[in-house]
């Protein structure tokens, strides 16, 4: 078996790459494409058999290249991550033109809008499951309109993009203004209630109009946090894998609606995203179309949501189709950092400051 991953650059492609090398098809060979010919997967021949540098997915060589390569390599399937290449999968199947090759692509209009946070919003603004929000473009925001809806602080951020972009709570108007002013390149932004609780991820794999698979993980410390005003950069240091069916639950019904409203097939990887409020009242903030970063750590827990797609695309007749809840010992918690494998572990091995305690006086009198 061949299998073609895209964007091979950044993190989640690596992820999902281990991911399969883990599991039943440890020996099926992966070749890689990434647009930019600094990126490390290039140039990883531990995980790829081989690697092309082909243009990115919104220059006119893109499809060419892809075709030619498919014909060269003839790959069974492709997992394509990167969201403009899921936007361009995705639009192309809407069109009814031929993909490369089989891929598990989910519903152009459904895409579309879960890539704005604020057509997702507005979507679901008639439900319990979204926060009060607001959008607005950079050079047309209304103050006054804006501090009806919310009272500061609130949480800003762009409504599109990924890791994080153009996130910071403020807490007044010069800080917004300013806020607005660093980040030149944001176009629209969606401000929100301000949420103090719980990051919580639910994973959720879908296949010609079923739920297959589910997990749910916390989202607790980000890598290079310390660089970012907000401190998210939208990859995990350390998070928790959590069993936690009724936050399955209100991911499966924010999904039915968004289906409906779109009018979607029930076919695709998504991670739902919830933040939490003082209460512990789970609230969504965005819906991505793909695996995320950690997608890795999961799948080293059991839950490998790599494995299930090829699974399902080559019609594996070992695969289990019905739904499954991903099950985690209770405890469990990943550590991740940059060029470094992650770390599972359970939370009460952590070590703890209290085992310096004992040296404290010694250290004082030296």
């Keep these: 078996m061949k299998v073609l991953i895209s964007g091979v650059g950044g993190p989640t492609p690596r992820s999902i790459a281990r991911s399969l090398k883990k599991s039943s098809f440890s020996d099926c060979q992966l070749v890689g494409t990434d647009s930019n010919p600094l990126a490390h997967g290039l140039y990883d021949s531990a995980l ?8 990115s997915a919104n220059e006119p060589g893109y499809w060419d290249a892809l075709f030619e390569l498919v014909r060269t390599e003839q790959f069974d399937f492709a997992m394509v991550h990167p969201e403009q290449e899921v ?24 895409v579309e809008v879960l890539l704005s946070k604020s057509k997702m919003t507005k979507v679901l603004e008639d439900t319990p499951w979204v926060p009060r929000s607001y959008s607005f473009f950079r050079d047309r925001l209304d103050f006054k309109q804006l501090e009806q809806v919310l009272n500061y602080p609130f949480w800003v951020r762009a409504s599109s993009g990924s890791s994080g972009l153009g996130s910071l709570q403020v807490y007044s108007k010069d800080e917004l ?30 296949y010609n109009g079923e739920l297959v698979r589910s997990a749910s993980g916390e989202r607790v410390n980000y890598i290079m946090s310390k660089v970012a005003p907000s401190g ?52 969504i903030t965005e819906v991505n179309v793909r695996m995320v970063a950690f997608n ?48 599972l572990m359970l939370e009460s091995d952590l070590k703890k400051v209290e085992f310096l305690k004992g040296l404290s006086v010694g250290l004082q009198s030296y």
């Design 48 to 55: 790829y058999s081989s690697t092309h540098l082909i243009p």
């Design 177 to 206: 203004e300013n806020w607005i002013d660093i980040n030149p390149k944001v176009e629209e932004f969606i401000a929100s209630t301000f949420l103090p609780g719980r990051n919580l991820a639910c994973k959720l794999l879908y």
């Design 296 to 343: 890795y750590s999961f799948a080293m827990a059991g839950a490998n949501f790599s494995e299930a797609i090829i699974s399902l695309l080559s019609h594996d007749s070992s695969f289990d189709t019905s739904y499954q809840m991903y099950q985690f010992k209770e405890g469990q918690i990943f550590l991740r950092d940059v060029d470094a494998e992650p770390i």
């Design 232 to 283: 998210i950069t939208g990859n995990t240091s350390f998070g928790r894998l959590l069993n936690e069916p009724n936050l399955v639950e209100v991911a499966t019904q924010v999904m039915d609606k968004l289906f409906e409203a779109t009018q979607s097939h029930k076919h695709g990887f998504f991670t739902v995203d919830f933040k939490e409020d003082a209460y512990g009242t789970p609230y």
């Design 87 to 110: 936007i361009a999968w995705s639009k192309r199947k809407h069109e009814g033109k031929e993909l490369p090759c089989d891929s598990l692509i989910p519903d152009y209009p459904l």
